[in-house]
């Protein structure tokens, strides 16, 4: 059974920093690109980056480019998101997940999600 399994999250005052994990298990991720999203309340689920198993470039959301960094460990199955100058609208659950095929901004795009890990960033 695949799954995806987020850790890191918590509360944090503005302008401080976090580290998300992912640890994916049942199979491997190494050749799939893998990318984090997240959903505040009250809105849709958002883009935040995606990183190729390839080791192309990674894509980022523009509200977090230049304060989020994903990076992954392919012998450890697992990706992260180093996300630092945090700001009280990075408020969300965040969500990791396995890009199948597809634009890497659409969730269609992807097949497999974790359960998500809230991340509340205070004033």
């Known amino acids: 059974q695949v799954q995806l399994v987020e850790s890191g999250g918590g509360l944090v005052q503005a302008g401080g920093s976090l580290r998300l994990s992912c640890a994916a298990s049942g199979r491997t991720f190494s050749s799939d690109a893998m990318g984090w999203f997240r959903q505040a309340p009250g809105k849709e689920r958002e883009f935040v980056a995606l990183k190729s198993g390839s080791g192309g470039s990674p894509y980022y959301a523009d509200s977090v480019k230049g304060r989020f960094t994903i990076s992954r460990d392919n012998a450890k199955n697992t990706v992260y998101l180093q996300m630092n100058s945090l700001k009280p609208e990075d408020t969300a659950v965040y969500y990791c997940?396995?890009?199948?095929?597809?634009?890497?901004?659409?969730?269609?795009?992807?097949?497999?999600w974790g359960q998500g890990t809230q991340v509340t960033v205070s004033s």
């Open positions: 997940a396995a890009r199948l095929s597809g634009r890497y901004y659409f969730e269609r795009s992807y097949g497999y």
